[in-house]
């Protein structure tokens, strides 16, 4: 079972940014799509990014031309690039398969506020 470890989150500015990183266990291009989710307090977890082995990106409305996806096969890591944060992007930010997510790691606390 691959885990997954999120970290880069923290507490920044509307307007500002930050790179997420979600460290897998094991190789990232036998795992398939990746998948980055969110889920902000009360609300159910969201998909807002995912990437396939290819390299195909696509995005949830809300974050589209402002969140960007990415992975280093080498590093075994999926990265998400987050522009022009909004107050409305605070939320625990997760990875995880796009297709049949397996356990879900501690993810990582992104807070955008003035």
């Known amino acids: 079972q691959v885990q997954f470890v999120e970290s880069g989150g923290g507490l920044v500015q509307p307007g500002g940014s930050l790179r997420l990183s979600c460290a897998a266990s094991r190789s990232i291009f036998s795992i398939g799509v990746m998948g980055w989710y969110r889920q902000a307090p009360g609300k159910e977890r969201e998909l807002v990014a995912a990437i396939t082995s290819a390299g195909i990106t696509n995005y949830a409305d809300s974050v589209k031309g402002r969140f960007t996806i990415s992975r280093d096969y080498a590093k075994n890591t999926v990265y998400l690039q987050m522009n022009s944060l909004k107050p409305e992007d605070t939320a625990v930010y997760y990875c995880?398969?796009?297709?049949?997510?397996?356990?879900w790691g501690q993810g990582t606390q992104v807070t955008v506020s003035s």
């Open positions: 995880n398969r796009r297709y049949s997510p397996g356990d």
